[in-house]
């Protein structure tokens, strides 16, 4: 069987997206990760197949979304943004127009203006402090855990993140991992470049 594969990128993630409506496609764990693998396949921060909504649901699609490991379960800001303008440009979605979609972590409504695509995401309830690692978690639909460093450009993100993001703290889904020095503004994500 042949499949099509598009690639989208969001603030700078990018995907590997799939029509999978009639095709039901589903792949493997390994599939997945060498799909993904920026050396023996496409490359890319995560993988998503679009679907029919659940019966009932009133929902204009279905977003399955894949970290570039192969793990699944989560929601991504940036892919989901990517998945509705895939999906706008197979005609699900019209502009300035809102639509809902579902998602691992329920229903979110979206909407495109000018090419520009917009998504509520999860009300973020609770912000746990983790002090021994001078982090705070939490999740927005995707789980983050966000670690507060000094000298963030020379900082070891890819090696302090690997430890993090699969520690027994988060089994057993893992988190992604964020860096970020106070004061300035800025930060760095290993979240979807781990292999």
């Known amino acids: 069987m042949q499949e099509t594969f598009y690639k989208y990128h969001g603030a700078g993630n990018d995907f590997l997206l799939s029509d999978a409506r009639e095709s039901g496609l589903v792949l493997t764990t390994d599939q997945i990760r060498h799909l993904c693998n920026r050396h023996t396949g496409f490359g890319a921060d995560g993988m998503m197949f679009l679907r029919n909504a659940s019966e009932g649901s009133g929902a204009a699609f279905k977003m399955d979304f894949y970290n570039p490991d192969g793990s699944s379960g989560m929601m991504c800001g940036n892919g989901g943004r990517c998945m509705v303008a895939f999906a706008a440009s197979l005609g699900l979605v019209n502009e300035e127009e809102p639509v809902r979609f579902e998602a691992p972590d329920g229903e979110h409504e979206a909407i495109m203006s000018g090419g520009l695509v917009r998504i509520r995401m999860k009300d973020v309830d609770k ?28 900082y070891p993100v890819v090696q302090e993140s690997q430890p993090l993001r699969y520690s027994p703290l988060f089994a057993p889904q893992g988190t992604n991992v964020n860096f970020i020095e106070p004061g300035t503004g800025r930060g760095s994500s290993t979240m979807s470049r781990l292999r």
Do not use: A, P, Q
């Open 127 to 154: 912000v746990s402090t983790i002090l021994e690692l001078r982090s705070c978690f939490l999740d927005t639909g995707t789980r983050h855990l966000v670690k507060f460093v000094r000298d963030l450009d020379d």
